[in-house]
């Protein structure tokens, strides 16, 4: 039920395909597992504080705003 496979993904096509530094791992969870995910992340998601400066795996963030902040900090 709670199951979760580990899958060996390729990072970069054009490295060495037999080089172990060229993987990487992806989590396969099963639905069950996903559901359980969210309920619980609705849960405690109002006790959960993030830095203001991260962009990253935030609603509504993303890179392209990291990318702004970057540039306009430095003029």
Do not use: W
Not at 20 to 26: A, L
Not at 63 to 69: A, G, K, L, N, S
């Amino acid at each position: 039920m709670l199951s979760v496979a580990l899958v060996p993904m390729i990072k970069d096509k054009a490295r060495k395909i037999s080089s172990k530094d060229n993987y990487r791992p992806t989590a396969l969870a099963s639905v069950f597992s996903k559901i359980i995910e969210v309920i619980i992340l609705g849960r405690i998601e109002i006790f959960v504080d993030t830095n203001p400066n991260q962009f990253g795996f935030k609603n509504k963030h993303g890179t392209d705003q990291y990318i702004y902040v970057c540039v306009k900090g430095r003029y």
